[in-house]
């Protein structure tokens, strides 16, 4: 281990980001720069996953929250999206018995409705088999989008409004922050986005309010242990104020 990583590991309650969420982006151009088909750059990209969920694990971060396939993503070429949701299926029977010797605890995110029977079936017992694990939690976000994340929360909320057990002046942040995916999880503190674009793509937008962002240029299935101490690195460098300003500031 680098004497970097002993660094964090020694301090990391002070260091360290509890909860990391990474927006994965450049498995296309990866393959394409390649010559190859885009599928073959999602594949790349999976063990991308592979190994930053293993060196997570290893740093003792508590969540890591992947935004795999977004709502916007059915707009892609049929074939992609077909090509994408087989992968999906792959990653979830392949994986999940190692997550689970792992002690990592897997949760889809994301409105899984829209998936079809056969991969909603396999994402419930991919839930179910690591549900007690203690470890690290790995939120997958798949038919994921931001908005539709605080809408169908606030959908929640007002069903109680309309049964009158809720009054609309009873509505808090935090009632609503209960009501959105990663709900009971620390606050996402880092979020990481590969690929050199720098936006959100309506990601975890409740839930990234104050979390510190880390872009990189290095494109996702280039993203290995080194890229992930990288940003690491740097959020243990930043100073987090939480909208306040900084102690030697009039």
Known sequence: MSSLNQQLSADSSRLLPRHVAIIMDGNGRWAKNQGKLRIIGHRAGAKAVRKAVKYAAHMGIDALTLYAFSSENWNRPEKEVSALMELFVWALESE???LHKNNIRL???GDVKRFSSRIQERISNAESLTENNTGLTLN???NYGGRWDIINGMRQ???????????????????????????GLPPVDLVIRTGGEHRISNFLLWQVAYA??????VLWPDFDEHAF???????SQRERRYGGAAPDSE
Do not use: W
């Not at 069903?159 to 990663?182: F, K, N, W, Y």
């Not at 101490?229 to 959020?235: I, Y």
């Open 157 to 183: 909320i007002a069903r109680h409004v309309q049964q009158g057990t809720l009054a609309p002046d009873e509505i808090t942040e935090e009632m609503l922050s209960s009501s959105l995916c990663l709900n």
């Open 140 to 142: 997958v976000a798949a």
């Open 212 to 217: 510190e962002f880390y872009f990189c240029d």
């Open 96 to 98: 999940v018995k190692s």
């Open 107 to 109: 949760k889809i995110i």
């Open 229 to 235: 101490q990288g940003a690491l690195n740097a959020f």
